[in-house]
Every structure is written in structure tokens, then in C-alpha cells.
């Protein structure tokens, strides 16, 4: 399993980039973006980028600090799942028995792989 502190960060990276992801579409649904849109009206969706950015460094260095074939699966395991359940919570998006199951199975490898970290 891989230390503690990777574990933070893998969480924070996919909690960053979720929240990032959530903010941007939050802004983007009320906001459609134009030409013409004043500088100022996008200072939010530049907050929203930034957090999405700070996830990003996160991941950077869980990558740094694993072997890639555990990194990833883990990384990208967890922001799938992070992603899915903002939407849900805070979009109202649909949860079916298959976006459950398939959630509950993306964990479960992040699971096994950081189990097996060697």
C-alpha cells in the first residue's frame, strides 16, 4: 500500500480537480462563454481553473512519487469516482444501478493496485 502521505495526495488531487471540474461547469452553465464577455465576468471561471490547476500539481507529484503503473490507475481511479459523486450531489445528475456498480468497481481497483504497490 503506498504510504500515507501519497494517499493525501492522491485525494486532494482528485478532490482539487473535481471541485475544479464542478466550478467551471457551475460557471459555464449560467455563463456561455463569447467574444465579446467582459474581462472581468470571467474572474470566477479563472478561480474555478485555478483549482482545477491546483489538482493538477497534486497529481504531479503522487505521480513523482510512484511507479506510473500505480499512479495512474489510482489517480485517475479516484477522480472518475470524485467526479461522479459531485455530480450527483451537487448537479442532481441521475445515479443508476450502473453508474453505481461502476463507481464502486473503479475503487476497488484503485484498491487492489495500491495495495499491491511494490
Same mark, same amino acid.
Given at each position: 500500500?503506498?504510504?500515507?502521505?501519497?494517499?493525501?495526495?492522491?485525494?486532494?488531487?482528485?478532490?482539487?480537480?473535481?471541485?475544479?471540474?464542478?466550478?467551471?461547469?457551475?460557471?459555464?452553465?449560467?455563463?456561455?462563454?463569447?467574444?465579446?464577455?467582459?474581462?472581468?465576468?470571467?474572474?470566477?471561471?479563472?478561480?474555478?481553473?485555478?483549482?482545477?490547476?491546483?489538482?493538477?500539481?497534486?497529481?504531479?507529484?503522487?505521480?513523482?512519487?510512484?511507479?506510473?503503473?500505480?499512479?495512474?490507475?489510482? !489517480?485517475?481511479?479516484?477522480?472518475?469516482?470524485?467526479?461522479?459523486?459531485?455530480?450527483?450531489?451537487?448537479?442532481?445528475?441521475?445515479? !443508476?444501478?450502473?453508474?453505481?456498480?461502476?463507481?464502486?468497481?473503479?475503487?476497488? !481497483?484503485?484498491?487492489?493496485? !495500491?495495495?499491491?504497490?511494490?
Amino acid at each position: 500500500m503506498p504510504p500515507a502521505l501519497d494517499i493525501v495526495i492522491y485525494f486532494m488531487a482528485a478532490l482539487l480537480s473535481s471541485v475544479g471540474l464542478f466550478l467551471i461547469k457551475s460557471f459555464l452553465n449560467v455563463h456561455p462563454l463569447s467574444w465579446d464577455m467582459p474581462p472581468l465576468e470571467l474572474l470566477p471561471l479563472a478561480g474555478a481553473f485555478i483549482v482545477y490547476l491546483s489538482g493538477l500539481g497534486s497529481w504531479l507529484v503522487a505521480l513523482h512519487r510512484n511507479p506510473l503503473s500505480t499512479a495512474y490507475p489510482i !489517480g485517475i481511479g479516484l477522480s472518475l469516482a470524485s467526479s461522479t459523486t459531485i455530480a450527483i450531489l451537487a448537479l442532481g445528475e441521475p445515479l !443508476g444501478p450502473a453508474k453505481f456498480f461502476g463507481v464502486s468497481f473503479i475503487l476497488l !481497483g484503485a484498491i487492489f493496485i !495500491g495495495r499491491h504497490h511494490e
